[in-house]
């Protein structure tokens, strides 16, 4: 009798916090699309190094091009607005990030949820760790003649954060970024509401880092990567910063608390997944157009993502970096500069061996896409190097973040087939 | 007895390989892959199945002493005397399913004509048969569609014409009806066509002194013999759609790495280069896979590419790597896309490069690739085993070898003829140890 | 006095020679001498070159070197440069090479160097950045720092002093190198038929090999052998190549696009050689005015951010006017992000003044001509048709 009366206690326990997310993702699509009754000022900006608390100092509301990307690929619409950009001139080589947007855009602007997507106020190009993003605002600042700032976020190519990067940073906050809004949204800078948002973002932040490490727990009552994408929603955009995620986290960990006392695994599309049979460490984005697909190819086969990288693009928090408000703009520059794309390869290498160590995983899945040079080139290098140093065994498959021209389902099955059988081959061997 | 089956879908050809208790290959089959993979599988697993009752009927013969030094000869005409049973029957089928499809209503008016017409190609094609399959002929392919289809298209324009109908008819009706053979399984009574081969093979060659009543009972012996399906274990690329249940298929991977450790156990590293794919195996000294990559989204690698090369050359696939042995000088080929290649071919043979040069070049350019994976997958350390079907060709395993030494120096490098076989024999080890090791 | 043809052939010569033989000849001519290689883009060679070291530009493999390790280290997607200069790396063709800078050119070449410093742990790699913020007191103090961490690398590689008076000389050497490019280009753009772009192009590429002492003198006598001689002047149209900047293309293809009609009156190959438009003051502190240089007076280039919208691509209607060119060809290197990226809107500003273009893309490996000598062909008919 106890048995489904708990049920559904726990489906609505399961909903808490993925219809909290999404409600927040779609209220703020609600405020783009109402800004002209609302009046509010838009500024456009990036996921890596994103500078959210900053600009709610200027009570202006955030357009993140790449997550419209990502949810126009989710909903099968990123096709037709990549080919659109490219009847435009844009090249078959490039990120299809940028083309979905530009395609977008030029198809009249329409987000993904239907509601339009206004046009930018200011463009905030926070250059971190992807070369395409000072492109891709310099095409849309050609279009929008809109003010544009832009915040040289130094690479970590020696694979450390130097005062001087750091000091670059803050000069530029404070001589280029701050005075820019300040124009464009007529709100004089307020420190301490800067520190206010930072101190919420670090309250988050533990929740998050929390969530990601619930995946050592065996079986691992999350899938961190087609999971943890759900999970980065709020905290990589809009809502860092605020007390709606805050809450959020909290929510989201107490739901995952309950899950490990019960010994539960990852909730799927399908459900629970039942049987732990591979933990899997995976490098690089997802595919968007199939991901339902994609990520089938893994729970059917019992395969779960315990650590990723991709979970990391928004800042690595796992590694101990906390926004601070006792230090708002160096803890601002520090945190673009954490972010997983900003650090050299030898500094990637050691993360993915850390987790593969950490979180007891049987060895390294490479899904490496064709948009985005930034994680892409050096990946086989990275593969290979950690092969070596875990002795775990790595496979590698191709896709596109948003390009359903390059994602083959029979070929990606055909590869992670193949390595989930291996990896079940040697376990027989060696035992 | 067992027989523990191992069935690789290429995306080409389907071929099946049958073993035995003590892991002795027994039987080998292959097939066209066709649209319809139940049907591959059943006729590869039925080619080698047949294949099975010869190497049962070769073990009976060791001491028959009718046969004395006749008994190669003998297997021989009697697998060719079957061969051409074989045909007969489909081509009676294919006839029955012309005709059944000339009942069409678009075809009313001429039906009469019609039927006459394929009566009469049939019956030619019946005729022809004795010449195709006789003593020492030579068929461009062991495939049904490839020898019946071009002869029954020129026999039925012929026809046609002096029958005064359009050809049309007759290729219509024909398009339709050999899909449909082609993806029926296989007919069975065995029996009845080796008993039959036996009596044309006694009546053809009076000279061996064979008596049809001194070999049947060894014959009949080893068509009794019942062939047990104990395990069967799929894999190859069309193994998304495979018609085995899940446990019954392991990855193409495993099953190359298997297979080639079975047929060289030195083996630690896989070349497998087929049709779409390219693939670098890494093994352990029990076959055991330890790594693997396999070509990028892009074909440039594959067999296709040649494929693609032959068509633009408008040459047939066989004959490509022949003409590059003849090559005296390397042209460099640089484009890795196959459909640049196209262009550059053309743009060489322009500038007056010779036919050959350029062939060796893209053999050498599709080895290139291959080289890379490999490196991709660790290099080479020790035996390296080439398999598929482009090491059958002789100018891209002449690149090979140089490109191996190299970059790798002196390695065994181990190419058996029969290594289109290897991912089904190593199919055929996994269903052995999920009985016999279980 | 050497003849043209001498020149080219020795610049050929070196261009062909993918073990850098000249590089290693003038480091084993005395003990102590250490050689620091970059990648296309932009680095400070004077810093090098004060450091007593010679600066070696990598520009890939071009077409005659195989690529097998290099490909095993990259995705299909991915431009060929990194590739080959992987494979020179692990032909040990670079091993005589005691450093690597990686300018902040594209992510490829970016995370490049953390695979130098991956595969190479022995050898200096380091990744070079530029400001992308131009305010003296913000990009350029930024800047100033990694001038100076650069500097400090580098006298410890060479075991070199690098003196204010050292890298004053070492800019004016490469002011005169800058300045004698540009008197190149200003010859070729003035009369193209007596400086066929293969031959100006063979002869800077031979400036990223050789010392810059050696380089300086060779332009000299390049220029005033190809003036005196009397060479056929052709009805080709007048164009700027825009896009060529990192991988470059194959010297087949540069051949390729002249004879199909084109006289090339600018381009971007190799932009280090002239990256300043105007000298880098020699009178204050050398390494501010490095700094200040880059801020105010950088070639434009789609690597730069620029600041302002108004005069963005205007850099390439001025090269066009300038140069009398008729018509711009936007030859990328397959793959590459900024010269892809940047083309729709330098093809919009074209647009607008009506200056035609065409576009296609190649690899440094390229072989198949036709396509490229059919469409710069075309292209230079229907600009004659226009005109």
């Known amino acids: 009798m106890n048995a489904p009366q708990r049920k559904p206690s726990t489906d609505v326990q399961k909903d808490a916090s993925m219809a909290k997310q999404k409600a927040m993702i779609d209220g703020n699509f609600d405020r783009l699309g109402n800004v002209k009754n609302t009046g509010e000022k838009v500024s456009y900006t990036f996921v890596p190094g994103n500078l959210n608390e900053l600009i709610m100092c200027f009570d202006m509301v955030g357009n993140y091009p790449e997550i419209n990307a990502i949810q126009n690929g989710l909903r099968k619409k990123s096709g037709g607005m990549i080919m659109e ?11 299809t990030y940028v083309k979905a947007d530009i395609g977008m855009m030029r198809k009249g602007n329409i987000g993904p949820t239907g509601q339009p997507i206004p046009e930018p106020d200011i463009l905030m190009l926070s250059y971190t760790g992807c070369y395409t993003f000072l492109k891709w605002f310099e095409l849309l600042r050609h279009d929008y003649k809109c003010e544009t700032a832009m915040l040289h976020v130094p690479y970590t190519g020696d694979g450390v954060i130097t005062k001087a990067m750091t000091d670059y940073v803050v000069k530029q906050l404070k001589e280029e970024v701050i005075p820019k809004y300040e124009k464009v949204s007529g709100v004089k800078f307020d420190i301490d509401r800067l520190r206010e948002n930072l101190a919420h973002s670090a309250k988050a932040e533990d929740d998050f880092v929390w969530v990601l490490e619930s995946a050592k727990n065996k079986p691992s009552p999350i899938d961190a990567y087609f999971g943890g994408i759900y999970y980065i929603g709020p905290i990589f955009t809009a809502f860092r910063g605020t007390d709606l995620a805050v809450d959020y986290y909290k929510t989201l960990r107490e739901e995952i608390e309950e899950r490990i006392r019960k010994g539960q695994g990852p909730i799927t599309p399908e459900g629970e997944m039942k049987n732990e049979k591979y933990r899997i460490v995976t490098e690089g984005p997802p595919n968007y157009t199939s991901m339902r697909e994609f990520w089938k190819m893994f729970y059917d086969e019992g395969a779960v993502v315990v650590a990723s990288t991709y979970t990391k693009v928004g800042g690595t928090y796992d590694f101990g970096f906390r926004h601070d408000p006792s230090r708002p703009l160096e803890s601002l520059a520090e945190y673009c500069m954490h972010c997983y794309t900003n650090r050299n390869l030898p500094e990637r290498t050691r993360m993915l061996e850390t987790y593969i160590n950490d979180y007891e995983a049987d060895g390294l899945l490479i899904n490496s896409i064709k948009s985005c040079n930034s994680f892409a080139a050096g990946e086989l290098m990275m593969m290979r190097e950690v092969e070596k140093r875990t002795g775990k065994p790595a496979a590698f498959v191709e896709t596109d973040l948003v390009d359903p021209r390059y994602f083959s389902a029979a070929n990606v099955k055909n590869r992670l087939e193949s390595y989930f059988q291996m990896i079940d081959q040697k376990r027989r061997a060696g035992a | 007895m067992k027989c523990f089956i191992g069935i690789d879908l290429g995306s080409t050809t389907t071929k099946a390989v049958v073993m035995n208790e003590n892991q002795e290959i027994i039987g080998r089959g292959i097939t066209n892959s066709r649209s319809n993979y139940d049907t591959a599988s059943a006729v590869s697993k039925q080619e080698a199945m047949i294949d099975t009752r010869f190497t049962l009927l070769r073990n009976n013969l060791d001491d028959n002493e009718k046969l004395r030094d006749n008994q190669d000869v003998f297997l021989h005409d009697l697998e060719r005397n079957f061969r051409r049973e074989q045909f007969v029957e489909q081509l009676d089928d294919l006839q029955n399913t012309c005709l059944s499809n000339a009942e069409g209503e678009r075809f009313d008016d001429v039906r009469s004509v019609l039927t006459q017409v394929l009566s009469d190609v049939f019956d030619k094609l019946r005729h022809e048969s004795l010449a195709l399959y006789a003593k020492g002929a030579t068929r461009k392919s062991d495939f049904f569609r490839d020898i019946a289809g071009g002869r029954f298209l020129s026999l039925s324009e012929e026809i046609s014409k002096e029958a005064g109908i359009n050809y049309d008819f007759a290729l219509n009706v024909y398009d339709k009806s050999i899909i449909q053979v082609e993806n029926r399984p296989p007919a069975g009574n065995l029996e009845g066509k080796f008993l039959n081969g036996l009596k044309n093979l006694t009546r053809e060659s009076p000279e061996l002194g064979i008596r049809f009543e001194d070999v049947q009972d060894p014959v009949k012996k080893a068509l009794a013999v019942e062939l047990e399906e104990t395990f069967v274990v799929g894999t190859g690329y069309g193994r998304v759609r495979l018609p085995f249940p899940k446990e019954h298929i392991r990855s193409e991977i495993l099953c190359h790495g298997l297979g080639a450790h079975m047929m060289y156990a030195g083996t630690r590293t896989v070349l497998d280069i087929g049709g779409q794919d ?42 490509l790597g022949p003409i590059a042995m003849k090559s005296t000088k390397a042209v460099k080929i640089n484009s890795t896309c196959t459909v640049f290649a196209g262009a550059e071919l053309r743009d060489r043979l322009a500038l007056g490069e010779k036919r050959e040069d350029i062939l060796a070049g893209l053999h050498r350019s599709i080895i290139l690739r291959a080289m890379s994976i490999i490196a991709r997958s660790g290099g080479i350390s020790d035996q390296f085993t080439f398999t598929g079907g482009v090491a059958k060709n002789e100018a891209a395993v002449k690149a090979l070898r140089e490109l191996v030494k190299e970059n790798y120096g002196d390695v065994t490098i181990n190419i058996d003829p029969e290594s289109i076989y290897t991912g089904a024999l190593g199919g055929a080890e996994f269903a052995r140890r999920a009985v016999m090791e279980a | 006095m050497a003849t043209r043809e001498e020149i080219t052939n020795r610049c050929q010569a070196l261009y062909d020679d993918l073990d850098f033989t000249a590089a290693r000849t003038w480091k084993e001519a005395k003990p102590g001498r250490h050689v620091i290689g970059y990648l296309p883009m932009y680095v400070p060679r004077e810093i090098i070159h004060a450091a007593g070291m010679m600066p070696l530009g990598i520009l890939g493999g071009g077409d005659q070197l195989e690529v097998i390790q290099g490909d095993a280290y990259y995705q299909s997607y991915i431009c060929r440069i990194p590739r080959s200069t992987i494979e020179l790396l692990l032909t040990n063709r670079l091993d005589f090479v005691d450093g690597m800078l990686f300018p902040s050119i594209c992510d490829v070449i970016r995370n490049l160097s953390g695979m130098w410093k991956l595969l190479r742990p022995d050898v200096y790699a380091h990744y070079f950045d530029v400001p992308q913020n131009y305010m003296k007191d913000v990009g ?93 002047k052709r009805d080709n149209s007048r164009v700027v190549i825009s896009g060529s900047f990192c991988e470059q293309p194959p010297i087949n293809l540069i051949k390729s696009i002249e004879m199909s009609g084109c006289y090339v009156v600018d381009d971007d190959y190799m932009l280090v050689n002239r990256w300043f438009t105007k000298p880098v003051p020699t009178d204050g502190d050398p390494i501010q005015a490095l700094s200040y240089t880059f801020l105010e007076a950088s070639v434009k280039m789609p690597s730069c951010f620029e600041p302002n919208e108004d005069i963005k691509g205007q850099f390439l209607v001025d090269l066009v006017r300038e140069n009398n060119a008729e018509g711009v ?17 330098l093809q919009d500003v074209l647009n607008q003044v009506d200056i035609p273009h065409v576009s296609f893309k190649y690899a440094e490996n390229t072989g198949q001509m036709q396509p490229i000598r059919e469409q710069a062909g075309t292209f230079a008919d229907s600009i004659k048709l226009w005109s």
């Open chain 1, 85 to 95: 950009a490219e009847k435009w001139g844009h090249s078959e080589d490039v990120c």
């Open chain 2, 278 to 319: 390219t693939k670098a195996i890494q093994v352990d000294p029990n076959g055991v896979v330890d790594n693997f990559q396999m070509n990028d989204r892009c074909a440039a690698g594959c067999g296709r590419y040649l494929g693609y090369i032959a068509d633009e050359m408008n040459m047939g696939l066989h004959e």
């Open chain 3, 140 to 232: 350029g103090e930024f800047y100033i720092h990694e001038l100076n961490v650069l500097k400090e690398d580098l006298e410890k590689i060479s075991g070199n002093k690098v003196t204010n008076d050292a890298l004053k000389n070492s800019i004016e050497l490469y002011n005169e190198n800058r300045r004698l490019t540009r008197e190149l280009y200003k010859f070729r753009a003035d009369k193209p038929w007596l400086a066929p772009s293969s031959e100006v192009y063979l002869i800077n590429r031979a400036g990223m090999v050789i010392p810059v002492e050696d380089h300086n003198i060779l332009i000299k006598d390049y220029i005033e052998a190809a003036r005196q001689e009397d060479r056929p």
């Open chain 3, 329 to 345: 060809i936007f030859a990328a290197a397959s793959f590459c992000d900024p010269a892809l990226l940047e083309r729709p809107i």
